[in-house]
């Protein structure tokens, strides 16, 4: 009996350590070649954003314009416990909007806004 | 509360002014279909919705501009279609938000992420249990079905202190749960369907307080606890009270997840309890008017890839006088164990395989499959 407990607990890491390495904001930049600055972000999205929902929800959003991401983080940013400050939002809207519409969309964006 | 007024009407004029050009519309639902099989029994319809069922939902967020928001949300499920969120968000800082209309108050960790899309097992947890569980009519569901949705006032906020470590806070004012005169329980049916009019002329209250602790860049403690009061009967006679503590801890990308849930609710003995209830009087010759139903649920959730794991325990138990029809005794209890996993499809799309053992003290034990695909558009 302890020896299939022990492989059932064997089994299971064996499975998560199949999931392991992979960075958990690559979703979001696949097939995307991002500057580091954006993988960055995009992990720091991954880590927020999946304490509600699964990450690729992010993916379905239906957003016309990159300023469009900034109020969308926003009203996900006050959501009951979401753990997402200020400044992190305005850094994961910069993942969001290079995820969308690119390099360009960043740049649209303008100095010093999000 | 005047101050909070004024503050509120500046955040909305605050809007106004931003110009209808950053009016923003974003569409988003999900769907879950799922097979519940009930192995053990020959027609489990008897003590369950087994068999298909579809949970829908459907919603659009509106954003005015960077204070103001509006969120309507369609469901459909085993209680047809019904609208689960109708209310504006007015936010005046991150420490002060106001929520106005229809939406589930804050309470507890789970509901949170009740969306069948936002959370790995085909059902919920048995103290949010809104009909799936096992003889759920014998137990009348579990301590506050989820989502609870309700027509009110919520104020709520956040401290943010270092990286990762914040204080929530949110209180409410609420048309509160329903029955009828002379109730023994909650009707949770009655208190969902129409008229969607507080049955009581009195609001039900109540409050959420957490705590999160970071731990690293991505890991993070969260202590919470809920509350909520008020009465349910039309002659404000029968009051309940909810509480409610939660613990997650995350590391990375696995959760540990712990509440607990508690309800004492005070029911009508009416003129003649004895020819009510199954149990007699106390020792010093009265009757309890009062029964506790309490539920927890622990489950340690994993992702492995394309899969994500949970293994799951949660359980009820109800003590106080029964009615003599109630298969229950005086004290109840149900315990289940649930071992669960998820496969991603495509996207956030995934199929939902788990298998469940129900541990109950007044009926005989059951097993239960589901099978089911969820996902968001």
Redesign the interface.
């Known amino acids: 009996m302890r020896t299939e407990r022990w492989a059932g607990v064997a089994l299971?890491v064996a499975?998560?350590?199949?999931?392991a390495g992979?960075p958990?904001g690559r979703v979001l930049t696949v097939g995307r070649n991002p500057p580091p600055e954006i993988v960055d972000a995009c992990d720091l999205a991954s880590?927020r954003c999946?304490?509600?929902?699964?990450?690729?929800?992010l993916?379905?959003?239906?957003?016309?314009a990159p300023g469009?991401w900034?109020?969308?983080v926003?009203?996900m940013r006050?959501?009951?416990?979401?753990?997402i400050?200020?400044p992190e939002g305005r850094t994961i809207v910069r993942c969001l909007v290079f995820h969308s519409f690119g390099p360009e969309g960043l740049s649209s964006l303008g100095e010093g806004s999000p | 509360m005047k101050r909070l007024a004024w503050l509120g009407a500046a955040a909305l004029a605050a809007t106004a002014a931003a110009g209808a050009d950053e009016l923003q519309r974003n569409f988003a639902g999900s769907i879950q279909a799922d097979y519940m099989a009930v192995p053990t029994e020959d027609v489990a319809r008897k003590i369950a919705f087994d068999g298909a069922t579809i949970e829908l939902s459907m919603k659009l967020a509106i954003d005015f501009g960077p204070n103001t928001s509006a969120n309507v949300k369609v469901c459909y499920a085993c209680h047809g279609f019904e609208v689960g969120m109708a209310f504006f968000d007015i936010r005046v800082a991150d420490q002060l938000n106001f929520r106005v209309g229809r939406f589930s108050p804050s309470f507890g960790e789970f509901p949170l992420r009740h969306d069948p899309a936002n959370h790995r097992t085909s059902d919920k947890p048995l103290p949010y249990d809104m009909g799936r569980m096992l003889r759920y009519q014998e137990w009348n569901e579990g301590v506050l079905p989820a989502p609870w949705v309700d027509n009110g006032l919520e104020i709520s906020g956040t401290q943010y202190f270092r990286k990762l470590t914040q204080l929530d806070y949110a209180v409410y004012a609420i048309m509160g749960p329903k029955a009828n005169a002379g109730a023994l329980d909650f009707d949770f049916v009655q208190s969902h369907t129409p008229y969607y009019l507080d049955n009581n002329s009195r609001p039900t209250v109540g409050g959420r307080l957490a705590f999160t602790l970071g731990l690293g860049e991505s890991s993070t403690a969260s202590l919470g606890a809920s509350g909520m009061y008020g009465t349910y009967d039309p002659d404000n006679k029968l009051h309940f009270l909810i509480g409610g503590a939660d613990l997650v801890l995350r590391l990375e990308t696995v959760f540990l997840r712990a509440e607990y849930l508690i309800r004492r609710t005070q029911f009508d003995l009416g003129a003649s309890p004895q020819t009510t209830f199954r149990y007699g009087p106390g020792p010093d010759g009265k009757y309890d008017d009062y029964f506790v139903k309490d539920g927890f649920y622990t489950e340690l959730e994993f992702p492995a890839g394309n899969f994500d794991f949970v293994a799951r325990w949660d359980g009820l138990r109800r003590k106080g006088n029964v009615p003599i029809s109630s298969p229950l005794r005086s004290e109840s209890i149900v315990l289940r164990y649930t071992g669960a996993l998820t496969y991603r499809v495509w996207q956030a799309l995934r199929i939902k395989l788990s298998g469940e053992f129900y541990d109950f003290s007044d009926f005989p034990d059951e097993a239960v499959i589901h099978l089911g695909l969820a996902g968001p558009f």
């Open positions: 299971l499975i998560a350590a199949c999931g992979e958990p880590r999946s304490r509600c929902h699964p990450l690729e929800r993916l379905l959003a239906h957003v016309s469009s900034v109020m969308y926003d009203r006050h959501q009951p416990e979401s753990g400050t200020e």
